[in-house]
């Protein structure tokens, strides 16, 4: 018992000066993850000091640059047009529902003429090119000059098609800015050159294309009803006095109706068909009349809420924004720069992984050097050279 006891101290003797040292060991290793993690902090402190030029004159540098583009970079001008289409009449809404009790529908001005379909129209470039194509006396370097859109920004092609289209592509995605409020049909068109009378005359004929165009389709409009109307109308008459002929003619085979029910029935019946039909004679006649004196009024398609006018300062460059912009991206652009300088400086070139890089490098120059040797001995000789 003695002898077991004694085995049993020594069997737990042994087992804690093993376990000393492992713990030890642990102790050790989570010292080094900490030292390593503040080394890597001080690493990061490190590049940044090393790279402070980078750090801190790339974003001045970068700053000048842009403040000096944006300075230098010629002034631009804007001009402001707005309109909206003028909505349809009472009249041609009443129309429009006479008309569709027979199966014909009439084009009224609400019909798809919206904000938005103007929007669109005015980007159109059949619409746009006799806008380009205009000439516009503008100043000039201390002079009054008259040249086409082309001409202002030294757009040559080619053919003179070709010239048009690259003059159309420029204003519309360079100088024009378009939009619409759907809730209320306001259009909005924005143009900006590098002229503020070119700016104006710009809108003005954009203007006046729109009021043009809309008008145009007024007066077809105004056309149809009016054809309409007037075929109704006839028709109507024509109607009319049928009905009153069959009242008529039953009014003279009988005179004394009142006393026979069937007759009374009959009567009745004719008295209504011609009440109807003067009903529809009185409505279309109305509204023939009311065409009449809207295509002699001459109403205005659009409504202008704002028109072309002059910019009297040029358009703000933004220069604030764009310091504050270059700043923050010289910033980014230092420390990328501070970033590649560490990793070039601490370059393996004295490890293994380096000189294994060296020797498979050197070993494939040599093989395509022997390659070459070889294609060169293959290669067949001229019959001059065996000579």
């Known amino acids: 018992m003695i002898e077991t006891r004694d085995k049993h101290a020594e069997a737990k003797e042994l087992h804690l000066n093993v376990a000393e040292p492992s713990l030890a060991f642990d102790a050790r290793a989570r010292d080094a993850r900490g030292a390593e993690e ?130 159309l592509v420029k204003l519309t995605q360079d100088e024009m800015d378009v939009t619409s409020t759907s809730a209320t049909s306001l259009v909005t068109v924005a143009v900006q050159t590098r002229y503020p009378e070119l700016s104006v005359q710009i809108g003005q004929r954009i203007l006046a294309q729109v009021d043009s165009f809309a008008a145009g389709l007024q007066r077809r409009r105004l056309a149809a009803e009016l054809h309409f109307v007037q075929e109704r109308l006839d028709s109507s008459l024509a109607d009319v006095r049928a009905a009153e002929g069959r009242l008529q003619d039953f009014l003279v085979r009988n005179r004394t109706y009142g006393t026979d029910p069937i007759l009374q029935f009959q009567y009745d019946h004719l008295q209504r068909d011609v009440s109807l039909r003067q009903s529809v004679y009185t409505s279309l006649r109305q509204s023939y009349e009311q065409t009449r004196i809207e295509v002699s009024r001459d109403t205005p398609a659009i409504t202008v809420v704002q028109p072309a006018v002059a910019p009297l300062v040029s358009d703000s460059k933004h220069l604030l924004l764009k310091l504050i912009i270059g700043l923050l991206a010289g910033g980014i652009l230092g420390c990328g720069l501070a970033i590649f300088r560490e990793i070039v400086r601490r370059s393996p070139r004295n490890t293994a992984s380096f000189s294994d890089f060296q020797s498979l490098r050197h070993s494939v120059i040599d093989d395509m050097q022997r390659m070459r040797a070889r294609l060169a001995r293959i290669r067949p000789r001229s019959p001059g050279a065996s000579a």
């Open 38 to 167: 503040e080394l890597s902090l001080f690493d990061v402190a490190n590049v940044a000091l090393r790279g402070r030029w980078f750090i801190a004159l790339t974003p001045l540098v970068t700053a000048v640059l842009i403040a000096v583009v944006t300075i230098l970079w010629p002034p631009s001008y804007t001009s402001s047009i707005a309109f909206t289409p003028t909505g349809g009449t009472a009249s041609a809404s009443t129309l429009a529902g006479l008309a569709a009790q027979f199966g014909v529908t009439l084009p009224t001005s609400g019909s798809g003429l919206n904000g938005d379909f103007f929007a669109d129209l005015v980007m159109q470039k059949n619409f746009l090119l006799p806008v380009v194509q205009a000439p516009y006396t503008i100043h000039q370097g201390g002079q009054v000059v008259t040249k086409t859109f082309a001409q202002l920004h030294g757009i040559e092609e080619a053919t003179p098609e070709k010239t048009w289209n690259a003059a």
